[in-house]
Structures are given as structure tokens and as C-alpha cells.
């Protein structure tokens, strides 16, 4: 079993749709959770950190779920340039900088 | 966020050589880690750059092969020794200004061993 598992891609959604993207982990000792965005021949970049309490930042809101060791991001009223790789992270432990990736899904986002 | 410069940002190479990434970075920095994508992969760590010690190994990578240092709190080297094809990857620097702040990224330096 991978430690970080997320919905196989691609996702290709209309301009304006809401798309989720989920995943799981299974290092009960990580800590500390995120999402990245990737664009193609880039590096990743923080899209944003996920709390227990859940957070909101414009159209992106992410959800944890510690005891199913589940998170989500949902991008609402999609944009063109919203198209990218989707990252799940999490720490190994208590170290952010140590960071265990999930193998990314896909959105492309049509007009 | 810091600005993380990393050199070169891309390079072909022969078998049996060896290539040395630099990273620099513009404010001094508590964490430097280095990563590797391979291609159509996603990140693995390979270690932890110590400032003024030997930097941590991941699992499956060891220092004869990936030499890395780290001699201040702005700039950090990786060697990638004795390169082969497999050796072909993306190679990231990435920071955190403070033990509890999300990682960023350098831009990368794509290798390609022929």
C-alpha cells in the first residue's frame, strides 16, 4: 500500500465546475498536511495547508480527517488556469520539511 | 517566502561523471531538504542538509553517491556521483524558514545522463 494514495487522473472538467479531489494516508504519526500544485516541467508549489478545522482560501477549501486519515480539496467555479497536478502531503512525523508525496492527480480544465 | 535559486536549472551529462547542484537561498533558512523526481513520479526526499554536519540520508540513497553540503544557512550542494541514465531526474532544493512552515521549492535543475 502506498503511504499516500489519491484519485487516479486525469480529471478533465468544464470552465465553472466544482471538481474534489480525495486522498488517504497511512502514517498515523504525520502531522502536518498539505496540497501542492504542480504545472507541467515545474516545481511544486504550496497551494495550501490543511487543518482539522478545515480552511477556506477563495475556491479552494481543504478537509481533514485524522481518524480516517482522509483529505480532500475541493476547487470550486473552475478556471482555465486551474489546470495542473494536484499534490497530496503529508509530513513523515512531526517535521514538515520531511514530506511523503502522493503520486498527484491531474486536472485539465476546459473552455 | 524565501527565493530559492537553484544552478543549473538543467544539464545533460555522461555516464560515469559527476554533476554538482547549487542551491542558494536569499534569508537564512532553519531547513534544506533535497528531492528527486523522477520521471513521471512523483517526489522522494532524498536528505537533509545539516548545517556544518553530515547531512541525513533517506532510505536508499547514501552519501558516496549523493554528497551533499551544507555550510551555511543560505546555500546548500548536492553531487549526483557516478552518474547513469537512472540517474535522469529533476532534482529540488526546498526549505522551511521555521521547523513548523510549509516547504517551497527551488525551480529544479533537470538532468538528463546519457
Known amino acids: 500500500r502506498k503511504e499516500v494514495e489519491q484519485d487516479p487522473g486525469p480529471f478533465n472538467v468544464p470552465e465553472g465546475a466544482t471538481v474534489a479531489f480525495n486522498c488517504t494516508y497511512s502514517?498515523?504519526?504525520?502531522?502536518?498536511f498539505f496540497w501542492y500544485r504542480q504545472d507541467c516541467r515545474k516545481e511544486p508549489k504550496l497551494l495550501m495547508s490543511?487543518?482539522?478545522s478545515g480552511n477556506e482560501d477563495g475556491r479552494f477549501t481543504a478537509q481533514l480527517n485524522r481518524a480516517s486519515q482522509y483529505i480532500s480539496l475541493l476547487i470550486r467555479d473552475s478556471k482555465l488556469s486551474d489546470s495542473a497536478t494536484y499534490l497530496c502531503v503529508v509530513t513523515q512525523g512531526s517535521v514538515v520539511g520531511k514530506l511523503i508525496f502522493g503520486q498527484g492527480t491531474e486536472l485539465s480544465v476546459k473552455p | 517566502s524565501a527565493v530559492i535559486s537553484q544552478k543549473p536549472s538543467r544539464d545533460i551529462c555522461q555516464r560515469g561523471t559527476s554533476l554538482t547542484i547549487q542551491c542558494q537561498v536569499d534569508s537564512q533558512v532553519t531547513m534544506m531538504f533535497w528531492y528527486r523526481q523522477q520521471p513521471g513520479q512523483s517526489l522522494t526526499l532524498i536528505a537533509t542538509a545539516n548545517q556544518g554536519s553530515e547531512a541525513t540520508y533517506e532510505s536508499g540513497f547514501v552519501i558516496d553517491k549523493f554528497p551533499i553540503s551544507r555550510p551555511n544557512l543560505t546555500f546548500s550542494t548536492l553531487t549526483v556521483s557516478n552518474m547513469s541514465p537512472e540517474d535522469s531526474s529533476i532534482y529540488l532544493c526546498?526549505?522551511?524558514?521555521?521547523?513548523?512552515?510549509?516547504?517551497?521549492f527551488g525551480n529544479g535543475t533537470r538532468l538528463t545522463v546519457t
Open positions: 526546498s526549505v522551511s524558514q521555521k521547523i513548523d512552515s510549509p516547504l517551497h
Open positions: 502514517n498515523s504519526a504525520s502531522q502536518s
Open positions: 490543511v487543518y482539522s
